[in-house]
Structure formats: C-alpha cells, structure tokens
C-alpha cells in the first residue's frame, strides 16, 4: 500500500483540486430554482470548474446545444490535466479511457448522417491533444456525411470495419450505435488484461464487469417488458462478456418467456436484489445508484490508486447528465418539486 500511495500522491492532489459543481450542496439548491438559460450560464460561470470554458460567452448568447456541448468539453478538459499528470504506467490506463471520446465522436457523426445536420461537435479546446493521442483522422470523419464515407474515415484505426456486420439497406441509428457500443465493451474489456495487473486490474474490472451486466439485464428486461423483441434480437444486441452474470445465466434470461419468469431467473443470480426492485422501480436510477455507490465505495477505500482516476471520470460524467438535466427543467420551466421529479425519472440524484 506504501508504493501505491506513492504513485498516487500527486495524481490524488491533482483530482481532488477538481471541484465538482454538486459536491457543494448549496449549488443544488441554487440550481433547482434557477428561472433561465441566462442565470444557468450566469451560475456556471461563478464556479470553478466550468468558469473558464464559459467566461467569453455573454449568459444571453448561447443555446442549449451549444451549452450541451460546452458542458460536455469539461471532460476533455479533466482528461488532459489527469493525463498530463500521470506517470507512464497510468498513462496507459488513460490511453484505454481515451476510447470513450472516440466513441463518442464517432456516435455524434452518425447522429449527424441519420438526422442529414451538420456535425456540431466542437474540439476547439482539445483538438491539438486529441489529434495527438488518436488514429483517427478527424478531418475525414468531420467530412463523412454517408455511412460509407463514416466507414472508409475509420481504415487505420482500430474501429476499422466495426459496421461490416450491419445491413446499410435496413440499419437504424440504433443498430450502428448498438454495434459500436458491442465493440468498445469487447475490446477494452480484453485489453485492460494487457495494461493493468493485480489490485489495479480488479478495481477496474470490478467497475467495468458490473456496468456490462447492468446494461444487458437492462436491455434484455426492458426488451421482455415493453418491445417484446425476439430471442435473436437479444442475441444480437448483449454485451458478450460475463462478469458476475455468468454465460448461462444470461441465456437463460435471454430465453426466459415472459418478465414474470425473466425475474425469477435473474432472483437466481449474483443481482437477485434486483428481481424485486425492478417492477417498482425507474432502471436508470437504479443503475445510477448502484453505480454511484460502488465507485464512491472504492475511492473511499483506496483513495491513492486508479480508483481516483475512474470515480472522477465517472462523477465527472455524472454531473454533466445532471446539468443537462437541470437545463432542460429550465427550458420547459418546470418548477422545483416538478424539476426534482423529473430528474428521478431521468435516473438524476443528488
């Protein structure tokens, strides 16, 4: 633990001087009786995370895309301070988490393509160490305005031929995401295995695994309860990896005939709290919850390790979804108890 501490000193000191807006409970508060996109703005500029990515807009000049995406770019942000902190062996953890901005990149071009818009994505802040870090050519994929020039973009990367599997002719948005989000999964769940070792290799798992098993007893739940999909639509669409939720369980569930017998199966399983939960309860709030509740366990625990880095990822993120959130209670003006409301149903807590 003694070496461990050591390497994480400095990385630890530099996280926790990254404030997060909801870690004050007072911003709650002030959020959730705020009247306009102006004083959201007027708001964010008073703190120290974000003060910075919005000093040079006037509070009456954006709109809530562009604050979306201004709000998003803090991300970034973190993820360049934390890296160019890191040592060379936390480094190659974080080239792993660098995929997640890939991803996402490539998700907001196809949305761009099925929605025939222009890409809105901005990389003004991040752009030179981005283009740095990654193998895919940002021009192209700027450019791609069809599936087939999204596909050619990505030849020399590691995304390379990740939609060849997908019928062009039938395909939805949902299916290219779906099968981006298949491969992303996949291929950092086995490459973690080559970068991380002993303790660090079982913090990262243990997040990574129950995030994989939550999303598909999500998907195949929500499938049984209100799509009614077919067993090959399952199939195509779980997550292959097995963490707690073990292979043949998740078949059975896959095969299971109705939600009543879904339930009753996954009452079998390392989840069995969920089986009753699930029936009364918003999904989204619980994985957020239990989510929530893990990484804040694990950097309690051992607060000088890589648990450091991937909780302020995660609560990163978290706050993000939870300023969105805030901003779309604004815009339909819905007042406090109605906001609060709303954001639980859209798995917010606070």
């Not at 807006?21 to 007072?26: C, L, P, W």
């Not at 295995?193 to 002993?198: E, F, I, N, Q, S």
Request: hydrophobic content about 35%; some cysteine; proline content about 1%.
């Amino acid at each position: 633990m003694g070496n461990q501490v050591l390497k994480y000193s400095a990385l630890t000191t530099k996280i926790r001087g990254m404030e997060l807006v909801f870690e004050d409970e007072g911003n709650v508060s002030k959020l959730a009786n705020l009247d306009s996109v102006s004083e959201f703005v007027s708001f964010l500029k008073g703190t120290k995370s974000y003060q910075l990515l919005f000093q040079r807009y006037e509070e009456t000049a954006l709109h809530r895309g562009e604050i979306e995406e201004i709000l998003n770019t803090s991300r970034y942000i973190d993820y360049m301070k934390i890296y160019r902190f890191a040592n060379k062996q936390q480094r190659k953890f974080l080239s792993i988490y660098f995929m997640e901005f890939e991803v996402a990149i490539i998700k907001n071009i196809l949305q761009s393509i099925f929605d025939k818009r222009t890409l809105s994505y901005n990389l003004s802040y991040f752009h030179e160490f981005f283009a740095s870090h990654t193998k895919l050519n940002l021009e192209k994929l700027k450019a791609a305005t069809t599936i087939t020039e999204l596909s050619q973009s990505l030849i020399g990367s590691v995304y390379e031929g990740v939609f060849d599997h997908v019928n062009p002719e039938t395909a939805t948005l949902f299916d290219y995401e779906t099968c981006l989000d298949l491969f992303y999964f996949t291929y950092i769940w086995k490459i973690k295995d080559k970068v991380l070792t002993g303790f660090e290799h079982q913090l990262v798992s243990k997040t990574l695994g129950t995030k994989i098993d939550y999303l598909n007893i999500m998907w195949i739940y929500r499938g049984k309860k209100y799509l009614h999909s077919d067993t090959n639509t399952f199939y195509r669409f779980v997550i292959p990896i097995h963490y707690k939720l073990k292979k043949h369980q998740l078949v059975k569930l896959i095969e299971a005939n109705s939600e009543t017998e879904f339930l009753n199966i996954l009452g079998k399983t390392y989840y069995k709290e969920l089986s009753t939960l699930l029936p009364n309860h918003n999904f989204d709030q619980l994985y957020h919850d239990h989510m929530h509740k893990l990484y804040q366990s694990q950097v309690a625990k051992y607060p000088y390790s890589i648990a450091m880095i991937t909780s302020h990822f995660y609560f990163r993120g978290e706050e993000v979804r939870k300023l969105i959130s805030n901003l779309e209670c604004i815009r339909y003006q819905l007042k406090r108890n109605e906001a609060l409301t709303l954001m639980k149903k859209e798995g917010v807590t606070y």
